[in-house]
Nanobody, 128 residues
Framework: QVQLVESGGGLVQAGDSLRLSCAAS??????????MGWFRQAPGKEREFVAG????????IYDDSVKGRFTISRDNTKNMVYLQMSSLKPEDTAVYYC???????????????????WGQGTQVTVSS
C-alpha cells in the first residue's frame, strides 16, 4: 500500500487561506493511473468528498461547496498533492484526509469507499 501523510492544517480565521499537502510514498514507481482525492469529516458528520485529481491528465473535480475557493493540484515528480484553500469559512472546519485510488476510472470517484489508501488526516479549524 501507499503511505500518505498530510500536513498544513491549522487554526485560521474566516477569509484566510491554507495549503494542505499530501506526500505519497511506498507505492509503485508508476502512478499514472492513480486518482488522488481530498475528503473532509466534521464532528458528527460523514466523510465527504472535497476534490479529486488524476495523475496523468490532471483532470479535477470539486464539490460544489468549495468550487471557486479550493484548488487541487499535484507534482508528479515529487509525489505530492496539494489543496489550496482560500476564502475559508467556518463550515470548512473538519479533519482533511488525503486518499488514493489505484484503479483508474474515467469519472473521478467521489465516495470514500472507492479509494484504497488513506492518510491520518490534518485538522483545519476556521473561526468566525
Amino acid at each position: 500500500q501507499v503511505q500518505l501523510v498530510e500536513s498544513g492544517g491549522g487554526l485560521v480565521q474566516a477569509g484566510d487561506s491554507l495549503r494542505l499537502s499530501c506526500a505519497a510514498s511506498g507505492g509503485p514507481v508508476s502512478t499514472y493511473s492513480y486518482t488522488m482525492g481530498w475528503f473532509r469529516q466534521a464532528p458528527g458528520k460523514e466523510r465527504e468528498f472535497v476534490a479529486g485529481i488524476t495523475w496523468n491528465g490532471g483532470r479535477t473535480i470539486y464539490d460544489d461547496s468549495v468550487k471557486g475557493r479550493f484548488t487541487i493540484s499535484r507534482d508528479n515528480t515529487k509525489n505530492m498533492v496539494y489543496l489550496q484553500m482560500s476564502s475559508l469559512k467556518p463550515e470548512d472546519t473538519a479533519v482533511y484526509y488525503c486518499a488514493l485510488r489505484r484503479n483508474f476510472l474515467v469519472l473521478i470517484p467521489m465516495m470514500s469507499n472507492e479509494y484504497d489508501d488513506w492518510g491520518q488526516g490534518t485538522q483545519v479549524t476556521v473561526s468566525s
